[in-house]
């Protein structure tokens, strides 16, 4: 369990900002059960739900990053979450996985060319003798422009997208999971993410979505 509980380049649990929201979010009680599912709200509702803040510079996949920022995607608030984590000695590691979202704004189908979101990251904790799940992306303002309920965690059950919104319409379905890393794997990820989406690695894409503004944000 040592790679899950060190700190790493991108699960940078030893990061001052990341050291002072984990121990102003662990909660009281020393039980590690309770301390992630006190980590996993804090992660998920401080950190905004935002794809066009992705970027081909590696340095923002770091948990610290996201903090830094206020605002995200899916792997940094993953990273975030672990490295929350692992500060507070509870074992944790990110899983990736290829989803196709039903209820994407269509500016950002436009943008993807696709319905399939590649390399979406959760986390997994270590909690009472395996691991856990849990998946603070999406905060709960997105989720009620979105009519889905927020996704809660108890650290006992899986937390992953529902498949439904409340009107019965489907969301998410997941459809390859890449596995469980102890740090993002760079290589690994933006070749997949290239492979996946060409078109925004090209040299007219530098900038790549930092310089837009998000429609998922009901601003």
């Not at 039980?31 to 950190?47: C, H, I, K, N, T």
């Not at 944790?92 to 696709?114: C, E, F, K, Q, Y």
Request: hydrophobic content about 40%; proline content about 5%; overall charge negative.
């Amino acid at each position: 369990m040592h790679e899950y509980l060190r700190p790493s380049r991108f699960i940078d649990s030893d990061h001052p900002a990341v050291v002072e929201f984990a121990e102003s979010h662990r909660g009281a009680s020393r039980d590690p059960l309770q301390q992630a599912v006190s980590l996993y709200y804090a992660v998920r509702e401080a950190v905004r739900y935002n794809p066009y803040t992705f970027s081909r510079d590696p340095e923002t996949l770091r948990g610290s990053h996201a903090l830094a920022r206020g605002e995200s995607y899916c792997v940094p608030k993953a990273t975030l979450l672990a490295g929350c984590a692992r500060h507070c000695g509870i074992a944790a590691r990110i899983g990736l996985a290829d989803v196709r979202n039903h209820l994407s704004t269509p500016r950002l189908l436009a943008l993807l060319r696709s319905d399939v979101f590649a390399m979406h990251g959760y986390t997994e904790f270590y909690l009472q003798g395996r691991w856990v799940k849990a998946t603070p992306a999406f905060n709960q303002r997105l989720c009620e422009l979105f009519d889905v309920a927020p996704l809660d965690f108890d650290g006992r059950q899986d937390s992953v997208f529902h498949p439904f919104n409340r009107k019965g319409e489907q969301l998410m379905e997941y459809l390859v999971d890449h596995g469980q890393f102890a740090d993002v794997p760079q290589a690994f990820f933006f070749a997949h993410l290239e492979k996946c989406y060409p078109h925004l690695f090209s040299a007219s894409q530098s900038s790549l979505l930092g310089d837009m503004h998000s429609d998922l944000s009901g601003d």
